[in-house]
C-alpha cells in the first residue's frame, strides 16, 4: 500500500518540533554579531544588518513602553580597523578589526562590489579570519556578492549557496563544487547562509532573526521597521529549509524534492524512489539526518507555508488549506494549532502584514 505524507492517517501525525534553530547562548544571553564593512563595498548591506539585530528586541518594547532586552551585541569590524570608503566614497568608521574579535556567534560579510574577484584578491586577509571562525562553530552569511568570500575560502564547497543572478556566472565557473541555488533569496546550510541581491541583506538579516529568536520577535522588527518578512526566492514561491544540518547528501536532495512539492499529495514510496533507497531506509535515513519523519517534515512545510499566506492576509482559511495541500479544513485547523498554539484566524489576526499608512503610526504606536 502507498503510504501517503499528506493525510490525517499518515506515519508522521505527531507533534512537531520548533523549526527555529537553537541560538548559541553567551554568559548574558545575548548573541554577538560581527558586521564586517568591506573597501568600496555596498554600505546598506552592512547597515540593515547593524539596524536589524540592533532592533530586535529593543524598538518593538519601546514603542509599546514595555522593557528593551536586546538579543543581539552588535560589533562593526573592518579588516585593519581602519576606516573604510564604501562606494559613492560614502566613509564609515569600525569599532575595531577583524582580529580584535573575541567572540562571534553570527558574521555578516556584506556585499563587495560587482568586480567580485577583484575585490577578493583585495581582501585575502579575510579568508583565514572567517575559516578560523567557521571552525569555532560561528554563523556566517554572505549578503549578495560577499557570498564570494565564502566560496573562495572553501565553505561552501558541496553546500548549497545563492548569489545576485549578475555574478552568478562568474562564480559558478569559478567554484564548481559549490551546489549554486540563484533561484533563491536565502539559502541556509549548516551554519552558513547566504542571499541574493543588495537589498537581500535586509531577508536574509530578517530570516536570522527569525532562526535564533523565534517567529514572534522576527515580525516585531519588521513591524517595527516598517519591513516585509523575508522572501525565499528570487522567483516563484518556497518556504524557508526546517532541518539540522547534515552532510547526507541523499537526504538533502529529498528534502529539495519536498520543498518544491510540498502542496501535492507525495508518497514515502515516490520521494525513496526518487533518491535511490526503499522506503524503510529512507525514512531510517531521512529521520537520523533532519530529526523528524518524512510526514512531519511535509506538515512543518506546510504550516509554515500558511503562515506566511495568513501573514499576508489571505482571506479564506478554505483557501489557505487548499493552497498548501489540505482539503480538509478541520484536519488543518486542527494541526495549524497543535504547531502554533493559535487557529488560522486567530494567526491571521495577529500576525497579518501591516499597512504602511500614516494610520498605523496614530499615536506613535504601532498596532500589534
Given at each position: 500500500?502507498?503510504?501517503?505524507?499528506?493525510?490525517?492517517?499518515?506515519?508522521?501525525?505527531?507533534?512537531?518540533?520548533?523549526?527555529?534553530?537553537?541560538?548559541?547562548?553567551?554568559?548574558?544571553?545575548?548573541?554577538?554579531?560581527?558586521?564586517?564593512?568591506?573597501?568600496?563595498?555596498?554600505?546598506?548591506?552592512?547597515?540593515?544588518?547593524?539596524?536589524?539585530?540592533?532592533?530586535?528586541?529593543?524598538?518593538?518594547?519601546?514603542?509599546?513602553?514595555?522593557?528593551?532586552?536586546?538579543?543581539?551585541?552588535?560589533?562593526?569590524?573592518?579588516?585593519?580597523?581602519?576606516?573604510?570608503?564604501?562606494?559613492?566614497?560614502?566613509?564609515?568608521?569600525?569599532?575595531?578589526?577583524?582580529?580584535?574579535?573575541?567572540?562571534?556567534?553570527?558574521?555578516?560579510?556584506?556585499?563587495?562590489?560587482?568586480?567580485?574577484?577583484?575585490?577578493?584578491?583585495?581582501?585575502?586577509?579575510?579568508?583565514?579570519?572567517?575559516?578560523?571562525?567557521?571552525?569555532?562553530?560561528?554563523?556566517?552569511?554572505?549578503?549578495?556578492?560577499?557570498?564570494?568570500?565564502?566560496?573562495?575560502?572553501?565553505?561552501?564547497?558541496?553546500?548549497?549557496?545563492?548569489?545576485?543572478?549578475?555574478?552568478?556566472?562568474?562564480?559558478?565557473?569559478?567554484?564548481?563544487?559549490?551546489?549554486?541555488?540563484?533561484?533563491?533569496?536565502?539559502?541556509?546550510?549548516?551554519?552558513?547562509?547566504?542571499?541574493?541581491?543588495?537589498?537581500?541583506?535586509?531577508?536574509?538579516?530578517?530570516?536570522?532573526?527569525?532562526?535564533?529568536?523565534?517567529?514572534?520577535?522576527?515580525?516585531?522588527?519588521?513591524?517595527?521597521?516598517?519591513?516585509?518578512?523575508?522572501?525565499?526566492?528570487?522567483?516563484?514561491?518556497?518556504?524557508?529549509?526546517?532541518?539540522?544540518?547534515?552532510?547526507?547528501?541523499?537526504?538533502?536532495?529529498?528534502?529539495?524534492?519536498?520543498?518544491?512539492?510540498?502542496?501535492?499529495?507525495?508518497?514515502?514510496?515516490?520521494?525513496?524512489?526518487?533518491?535511490?533507497?526503499?522506503?524503510?531506509?529512507?525514512?531510517?535515513?531521512?529521520?537520523?539526518?533532519?530529526?523528524?519523519?518524512?510526514g512531519a517534515y511535509i506538515q512543518t512545510l506546510r504550516v509554515s507555508a500558511a503562515k506566511e499566506l495568513l501573514e499576508d492576509g489571505v482571506a479564506s482559511i478554505q483557501a489557505v488549506s487548499s493552497k498548501i495541500g489540505y482539503e480538509d479544513i478541520a484536519f488543518f485547523r486542527n494541526l495549524f494549532k497543535r504547531h502554533t498554539g493559535m487557529t488560522p484566524a486567530e494567526y491571521r489576526t495577529h500576525f497579518a502584514q501591516m499597512t504602511f499608512e500614516r494610520g498605523a503610526l496614530?499615536?506613535?504606536?504601532?498596532?500589534?
Amino acid at each position: 500500500m502507498v503510504k501517503s505524507m499528506s493525510k490525517s492517517g499518515d506515519v508522521a501525525r505527531r507533534k512537531d518540533r520548533r523549526a527555529e534553530r537553537p541560538a548559541p547562548q553567551g554568559a548574558d544571553g545575548i548573541l554577538d554579531v560581527t558586521v564586517v564593512l568591506l573597501e568600496a563595498g555596498y554600505l546598506s548591506t552592512a547597515i540593515a544588518p547593524i539596524e536589524i539585530f540592533h532592533s530586535a528586541g529593543t524598538v518593538w518594547n519601546w514603542l509599546h513602553g514595555k522593557l528593551q532586552q536586546s538579543r543581539f551585541r552588535v560589533h562593526i569590524a573592518s579588516i585593519d580597523g581602519h576606516d573604510i570608503k564604501a562606494l559613492c566614497d560614502l566613509g564609515v568608521s569600525p569599532h575595531c578589526s577583524i582580529h580584535d574579535i573575541k567572540k562571534a556567534d553570527i558574521i555578516i560579510l556584506p556585499a563587495s562590489g560587482w568586480d567580485v574577484m577583484d575585490r577578493i584578491a583585495q581582501h585575502t586577509a579575510l579568508l583565514p579570519w572567517l575559516k578560523k571562525w567557521h571552525a569555532r562553530g560561528a554563523y556566517i552569511a554572505g549578503v549578495c556578492t560577499g557570498v564570494g568570500f565564502l566560496a573562495e575560502a572553501g565553505l561552501l564547497d558541496g553546500k548549497q549557496a545563492t548569489t545576485h543572478w549578475g555574478v552568478a556566472d562568474i562564480l559558478r565557473a569559478r567554484y564548481p563544487k559549490v551546489r549554486w541555488r540563484t533561484d533563491q533569496f536565502v539559502t541556509e546550510d549548516g551554519q552558513l547562509f547566504c542571499s541574493g541581491g543588495v537589498y537581500a541583506a535586509i531577508d536574509i538579516s530578517l530570516y536570522m532573526v527569525e532562526k535564533f529568536c523565534g517567529h514572534e520577535v522576527a515580525l516585531q522588527v519588521a513591524k517595527s521597521l516598517l519591513l516585509s518578512m523575508p522572501r525565499s526566492r528570487q522567483s516563484g514561491y518556497s518556504v524557508v529549509p526546517l532541518s539540522r544540518p547534515h552532510s547526507d547528501e541523499q537526504v538533502k536532495e529529498a528534502e529539495n524534492y519536498l520543498q518544491q512539492h510540498f502542496d501535492s499529495d507525495i508518497s514515502i514510496e515516490t520521494v525513496a524512489d526518487r533518491v535511490g533507497m526503499s522506503p524503510r531506509n529512507f525514512i531510517r535515513r531521512f529521520k537520523a539526518a533532519t530529526g523528524r519523519l518524512p510526514g512531519a517534515y511535509i506538515q512543518t512545510l506546510r504550516v509554515s507555508a500558511a503562515k506566511e499566506l495568513l501573514e499576508d492576509g489571505v482571506a479564506s482559511i478554505q483557501a489557505v488549506s487548499s493552497k498548501i495541500g489540505y482539503e480538509d479544513i478541520a484536519f488543518f485547523r486542527n494541526l495549524f494549532k497543535r504547531h502554533t498554539g493559535m487557529t488560522p484566524a486567530e494567526y491571521r489576526t495577529h500576525f497579518a502584514q501591516m499597512t504602511f499608512e500614516r494610520g498605523a503610526l496614530v499615536g506613535g504606536r504601532l498596532d500589534a
